[in-house]
């Protein structure tokens, strides 16, 4: 058989691929077929851009500084200018729903017992640790909301550990199995790259999607206004996003309640829609603070929202119920926590007022373990200012800082070992905390009791880096982490209990004496007797 010279055939493909190689990296997104097609740019990682990753510094000045200039005139415009005021809220009840959600919302719940949290308390084998000094803490109010059946509200910020919703969804569906409460709670409108999240469905197009890490991407006038999310979006008229619930759990497939966090510089208008057939069209009135629509319905499935008029930056929406725990997973890739120093205090803290934030968790760390390193005062000191940052943010919620994760590396000869610097950052992380006056949760001596990374490999419980768990590893520490919020609880539960029991000990002994008195009542002159001595 005589041989053919393909060359001149595989250089015209070479070419042809190059060309289309370099025509994805200069055209712009587009949709085709209902699906959005992003630009490509496959020497990203090999140079640097404006878009490059950005290393923030703690500015807590600039912190005061913003936040001081959130406070009010002393003079308010009247009632007919509300839309005006921050932070606004926009509502919309459907009348077809409002006396069942109304119903919905004032329907009574079995009051928690010690004896039902008990089991989960015994499986506690990493307790939280508190070293807040105050006779009640930010952590013990916490707990105290939990056991009493308030409803609570968890951001739980960190990087690719917990991206997709990892840990955190397993967390969302134990502690509102247990503390009651539905949905997925916030999720973003718009991001910059691809991802997938089992508990929630979201579709978009039209905006212009920024990330914290990459602020040199955004427009001046956006750059400043990143929440802890870490993303945003912007849109003008006819851009739409579309969230959907799940039944990837229990909790996920409904809720009562949806909420749009957006900002509108200018006067713009924006339609909500629930459930594909409820529809509202809401003049977003133009003014330089938070805006924030809220929903009630039924059974919210799903939620939409569309621009049709002007210009808006568009955050997330949360889908939850006005009951029980709500978990926000608030994950940025490749972030060692030092992006809280890129988002806006003023921004945060006006979200924190209309959400209300009860526990910030921050899990970070993973990002700048090395190999046998011993010493991380450097980041201990850059933790110390974000849980400033964060408090300062979040007043009123307790701060959890989870020490990193168990991790392993390639040996010189082969196989994996383990990187030797965990126990070392985990001590600086729980210093941070006690100097801080915070909570902390050991992560990797979770892990260990289940056999650390090896035996979360060995299980398919992470992947084969031996740095990432997957969803099933999420899945055991988020139980561990759950035991450990619900051993305090179960603590003052039997604490109240056995108060209660006291008293009606006190009280029956009381009343037993009196009557025992009463049988022995000696003759009526006697009785007269006793009374002028008693006088």
Known sequence: MKNRDYSPRLGWFTFAVAIAVVALGVVPQFELFGMRIESVDILSELRGSDGEVVEYEADIERLEQELAAMSMPDTLPVVDSLPQLPPVRYYWRSERDSV???TDTLRESKALRSSDLKPLAELCSVAVEDFDTVEVSRFDRFVEKLASGERVRIAFMGDSFVEGDILTSDLREQLQQIFGGRGVGFVACDIPFATVRRTIKRTSSGWSAYSVMKPKSAPADVAD??????YLAKGGVGAVTRWTATDAFEHLDSCSRGRVLLYSRDTSSVVVTVNDTLSSEIEVAGYD???????????????????????ILCYGASMEEDEGVTVDNFSVRSNNGHAIFGTGAAINREIDEMLGYDLVVLQ??????????????????????????????????????????????????????????????TSYQRAAADS????????????????????????????????HINFMGGRQIANLLTYAIVEPVYQLLEARELEQQRREQLQNNFIYGAEL???????????????????
């Not at 206004?225 to 870490?230: D, E, L, N, R, Y």
């Not at 938070?290 to 210009?311: H, K, P």
């Not at 850059?382 to 009123?396: G, K, V």
């Not at 008195?517 to 003759?523: D, I, L």
Request: hydrophobic residues 40%.
């Open 517 to 535: 008195s009463f049988g022995v009542v000696p003759p009526v002159a006697d009785t007269l007797h006793i009374g002028n001595i008693v006088e």
């Open 364 to 425: 970070y760390g993973l990002n700048i373990m090395q190999r046998g390193q011993r010493a991380y005062t450097g980041y201990c000191k850059q933790l110390c200012d974000m849980i400033a940052y964060a408090e300062r943010c979040f007043p009123d919620a307790a701060i959890l800082v989870l020490g990193v994760s168990d991790r392993w590396v390639k040996g010189d000869e082969g196989g994996y070992v383990p990187i030797g610097s965990v126990d070392a950052l």
């Open 289 to 311: 603070r938070m805006r924030e629509i809220y929903v009630e319905a039924e059974d919210i499935n799903s939620l939409s929202l569309r621009v049709t008029r002007g210009e």
């Open 225 to 230: 206004k990143f929440f802890v999310s870490g």
């Open 100 to 102: 069942v959600v109304e």
């Open 436 to 467: 801080t006056d915070v909570t902390f949760w050991n992560t990797s001596e979770a892990m260990a009791a289940l056999g650390g990374m090896p035996k979360f490999v060995a299980n398919g419980w992470a992947a084969k880096d031996y740095t």
